[in-house]
């Protein structure tokens, strides 16, 4: 199971950081991040980290403002948001991988909205 947190209505140029917390299998043989699907739009990866978390991925779109880390210890992963913009307004999910090279992911559970007003 992947539950994630931390959504919320932010104005633009503001900051949140969504966690994920893991149960139910082991964190550690998983990449793990974040896609986000706004109304009307395609789905969308946002980052991705690896099993380890050596390497992670960014979409163009999210590069420079966003922060993705794991504590595997805690089973939880995190999307540190920065200068948030109203186009990142979307519900973001959490999900799982075997690789960041795959473009599929295999597991996600419930999003979280995040609303950036501007």
């Known amino acids: 199971q992947l539950q994630a947190s931390g959504g919320g209505l932010v104005q633009a140029g503001g900051s949140l950081r969504l966690s994920c917390a893991a149960s139910?299998?082991?964190?550690?043989?998983?990449?793990l991040g974040w896609f986000r699907q706004a109304p009307g739009k395609e789905r969308e990866e946002v980052s991705c980290?690896?099993?380890?978390?050596?390497?992670?991925s960014y979409a163009n779109s999210v590069k420079g403002r966003f922060t993705i880390s794991r504590d595997n210890a805690k089973n939880t992963v995190y999307l540190q948001m920065n200068s948030l913009k109203p186009e990142d307004t979307a519900v973001y999910y959490c999900?799982?991988?075997?690789?960041?090279?795959?473009?599929?992911?295999?597991?996600w559970g419930q999003g979280t909205l995040v609303t950036v007003s501007s």
């Open positions: 980290i690896s099993s380890s978390g050596s390497s992670t």
């Open positions: 139910g299998f082991t964190l550690d043989y998983y990449a």
């Open positions: 999900a799982r991988k075997r690789s960041c090279t795959l473009a599929l992911w295999s597991y």
